[in-house]
């Protein structure tokens, strides 16, 4: 009787343990799962950060970027002809060596009321807003699954880097097809090998302490995009886009104006400014 007691004990105290476990198992489960879930939505949100800026500065190096560089080479011409015009002091002295007050050119003009004209339309998407949103939900379940960060093991890490390559590409190309297609396929390249319950329980916290680090290094890189000089740009153009006026036509003509100026003194000073005006660009 005292035998079939401990073992009934014994029995039961095994049976607590593995209810615990489980329970334990399930709970980190559930926690991986919902910062698998978080790291695949920053992971989305840093891959169209980054397209809208390239998006945007290639917008503003056709309107604008041309006009910027041509400006610079007026600007430094005239400050090497007034640094060639300037007579050399007779005895070095602090207080004259500064360059003398020239007038300060910007584009920014933030205080213009006038109203310039609003040119072009924004481009719509092709593609239907209930089919954007399927390709965005794929795109976060496939990172979700397959994103790099995801695992600690090599071999995992390069089959997963291959994967989400061609997720991206997809999701670029907004190829919904290819992305369903990924999305067939397994988790992992082969079966994760058994382990205890125990060692499950180590390698899910060991992997949730991983993953708080992958959390942390996406919402930075994401902050250090929208605190970018092109970012806060492309966020003054929306705001702009609202109250009826377009940014980079502003920028345009003023720049243009700028140009108009920096032309007439160069000339007026006799300075030959053909070289420059063989690449101004056109009006």
């Known amino acids: 009787m005292a035998v079939n007691k401990r073992t009934t004990t014994t029995r039961n105290n095994r049976k607590s343990l593995q209810s615990t476990a489980d ?161 067939e396929q397994p988790d992992r390249p082969v079966d994760a090998p058994n382990q205890t319950k125990e060692q499950e329980i180590a390698s899910l916290r060991a992997e949730l302490k991983r993953l708080d680090g992958v959390i942390a290094d996406l919402k930075a890189r994401i902050k250090h995009l929208e605190e970018s000089p092109a970012w806060q740009l492309k966020m003054e153009a929306r705001l702009k886009r609202r109250s009826g006026a377009d940014l980079l036509t502003e920028l345009e003509a003023k720049m243009r104006e700028q140009i108009a100026d920096l032309e007439e003194r160069l000339i007026v000073m006799g300075i030959d400014i053909g070289p420059l005006s063989a690449a101004e660009p056109a009006g």
Do not use: C
């Open 23 to 183: 329970a334990e198992l399930t709970k980190l489960k559930i926690r991986l799962n919902k910062k698998r879930e978080y790291i695949a939505i920053l992971e989305l949100e840093l891959f169209n950060t980054r397209v809208t800026i390239h998006e945007f500065m290639e917008l503003y190096d056709k309107r604008v970027g041309h006009l910027e560089t041509y400006l610079s080479a007026l600007r430094r011409k005239l400050y090497e002809e007034l640094e060639a015009q300037r007579p050399a002091p007779e005895e070095p002295d602090a207080d004259n060596l500064g360059v003398e007050d020239e007038e300060e050119f910007t584009y920014q003009d933030r205080d213009n009321g006038n109203g310039w004209r609003k040119i072009g339309k924004a481009k719509k998407s092709k593609y239907s807003p209930k089919m954007e949103e399927q390709i965005k939900n794929l795109f976060r379940e496939l990172a979700r699954r397959f994103h790099p960060d995801l695992t600690s093991d090599p071999e995992e890490k390069k089959w997963r880097e291959e994967v989400m390559t061609r997720v991206n590409q997809a999701y670029s190309n907004r190829d919904l097809k290819a992305l369903r297609a990924l999305a």
